[in-house]
């Protein structure tokens, strides 16, 4: 599985970005597919999951309301709309995907893409 991470660049405080994943191959019954962010000089955290089976999807509290993850089952593609940006969420963006029980652990994902850089000027 192959996974294309893109939509990252510099926005103002207060706009928007797009970020898509997509991957090489098909879906299959609880396979996640989920964003996580790196800063510098911190850990990699959990930014939303969608689970492709039931479209169930998840938060992480700091971009609850400010941040909708959705599909294309055509395009084996997820994305993830991101409004409101602010500094805090000034990161690369890594997008992750495999069978897992807990969207928000990051070492229950299986592949992952390379990173895209957001920078959100204040």
């Known amino acids: 599985v192959q996974l294309q991470a893109s939509g990252g660049g510099l926005v103002q405080a207060g706009g928007s970005l797009r970020l898509s994943c997509a991957q090489s191959?098909?879906?299959?019954?609880?396979?996640?597919m989920g964003w996580f962010r790196q800063a510098p000089g911190k850990e990699r955290e959990f930014v939303a999951a969608?689970?492709?089976?039931?479209?169930?999807?998840y938060y992480a509290d700091s971009v609850k309301g400010r941040f909708t993850i959705s599909r294309d089952n055509t395009k084996n593609t997820a994305f993830l709309q991101m409004n409101s940006l602010n500094h805090e969420d000034t990161a690369v963006y890594y997008c992750?995907?495999?069978?897992?029980?807990?969207?928000?652990?990051?070492?229950?994902?299986?592949?992952w893409g390379q990173g895209t850089q957001v920078t959100v000027s204040s």
């Open positions: 992750a995907a495999g069978h897992v029980r807990n969207a928000a652990v990051k070492t229950q994902y299986d592949y």
């Open positions: 191959t098909r879906r299959f019954p609880n396979y996640v």
């Open positions: 969608i689970r492709w089976s039931d479209d169930n999807t």
